[in-house]
């Protein structure tokens, strides 16, 4: 179950010193240039901007191993690090925790008949996936993210 403490709590999983997060948001494009988003595919725009789904296990980065920082596809703000990617089973690349809650905006969706919290991106809004609270410690959290919506940036020397 879902409940309104699974969104309070997050904030106590992971926050970045001030200095580190300004400077993450300073490196992410306008949420107007990310909208725009000249480069995306059909079903990248389709994933972030109306809030589809992609397959599961035929995406991108469900099985990836590499190491570096899964940034917001359309605007490129950093959400996800590859230590903290985990095999759900699911078909899709999941994490325990964002590189910090505030990157995120969380959002209730009770649409199919499912409960489920929605991740969206904080600087331009792209829809990301779902955060669900069936994941491993120390969290205990799942984010379920479409690759469609992320890209990886390889670590340095990788």
């Known amino acids: 179950m879902i409940t309104d403490?699974?969104?309070a709590n997050l904030s106590k999983w992971r926050t970045l010193p001030d200095?580190?997060?300004?400077?993450?948001?300073?490196d992410a494009r306008s949420p107007e240039?990310?909208?725009r988003g000249d480069e995306l595919t059909p079903v990248q725009r389709?994933?972030?901007?109306?809030?589809?789904?992609?397959?599961a296990f035929n995406n991108e980065y469900h099985a990836c191993k590499s190491s570096g920082t899964y940034h917001c596809r359309a605007c490129r703000l950093a959400l996800?690090?590859?230590?903290?990617k985990f095999d759900s089973g699911t078909g899709w690349p999941s994490f325990t925790t964002?590189?910090?809650y505030r990157v995120a905006k969380y959002t209730r969706n009770n649409s199919y008949n499912m409960e489920r919290i929605e991740?969206?991106?904080a600087n331009c809004g792209g829809h990301q996936g779902h955060v669900f609270n069936d994941g491993p410690t120390p969290t205990g959290l799942r984010f379920c993210i479409n690759s469609a919506s992320i890209i990886l940036i390889p670590a340095r020397g990788e």
């Open 5 to 7: 403490d699974l969104i």
């Open 19 to 26: 200095e580190q997060y300004v400077a993450l948001k300073a």
């Open 33 to 35: 240039d990310a909208r």
């Open 46 to 55: 389709n994933v972030l901007f109306n809030h589809a789904t992609e397959p």
């Open 80 to 84: 996800f690090r590859s230590e903290d």
């Open 98 to 100: 964002p590189i910090d």
């Open 119 to 121: 991740v969206h991106c």
